[in-house]
């Protein structure tokens, strides 16, 4: 929680291994359940686009696990990378957006050494990125092979299917009733990234208590306007 509160990143309330839906992702899900624990695999690469869900299985493993860090690249590389020293002495770390450090010279650097440092304590390393790791513009090869010790996995995106599924479920845990036809209103009139489309579930979440409202095409098109 310290490191969290030094670096100014906290975890999303809802970013917890029961809010996500799995779909094709149920290995990479139990490969990451084990690891926080101390079981098999401490390091774990893993890549997909973006949506695809990634961020929010990295907050769930640091919900899991008291002393841990959750590094969103894409928002601290104009900080400096000393930012990663010392954080061996944590249980887990976890690193989003791997790829953002490309042709930073010192930030791959930095990055190399804090691996080397987490493996050598025997800590649990989860990173992602949105490519595999041969795939990474980095200029440290030593770097490239070192990602690759580890177990590697795909996120799988979700099908429409599935973020169907997902939406229903996110509802249920809200106490709302997400009627099927209306899913697929919602699936057919916003943009399918995930992210943008729970924010429309919260919103909608938000209007129906307000409005004493059930869900249905015409309320969502209201508050939605679509």
């Excluded at 090869?141 to 996110?170: F, N």
Aim: glycine share 6%; net charge negative.
């Amino acid at each position: 929680m310290m490191n969290q509160l030094i670096l100014g990143v906290s975890l999303k309330d809802e970013a917890t291994f029961e809010n996500f839906y799995a779909g094709r992702n149920h290995e990479l899900i139990a490969t990451l359940k084990q690891a926080i624990k101390g079981v098999g695999e401490q390091i774990i690469y893993f890549y997909g686009a973006g949506g695809d869900g990634r961020t929010h299985l990295l907050q769930a493993a640091c919900h899991e696990v008291p002393r841990s860090v959750y590094l969103p690249l894409s928002q601290l590389i104009d900080l400096s990378p000393e930012i990663l020293e010392e954080l061996e002495t944590l249980d887990l770390i976890c690193v989003d957006d791997v790829d953002k450090i490309a042709g930073r010279a010192n930030w791959e650097e930095a990055f190399f050494h804090l691996f080397n440092r987490a493996r050598d304590a025997g800590k649990c390393l989860i990173v992602s990125a949105n490519v595999p790791p041969k795939a990474l513009k980095i200029t440290l090869p030593d770097m490239v092979s070192r990602l690759t010790w580890g177990i590697v996995y795909q996120c799988h995106p979700l099908t429409d299917d599935e973020k169907l599924a997902a939406l229903i479920m996110r509802a249920d845990r809200w106490g709302m009733t997400l009627p099927e036809e209306v899913g697929r209103f919602i699936l057919s009139h916003c943009p399918r990234h995930m992210s943008t489309l729970f924010a429309a579930m919260d919103a909608l979440d938000k209007a129906s208590l307000a409005a004493q409202r059930k869900l249905t095409i015409p309320f969502v098109k209201t508050i939605l306007q679509i």
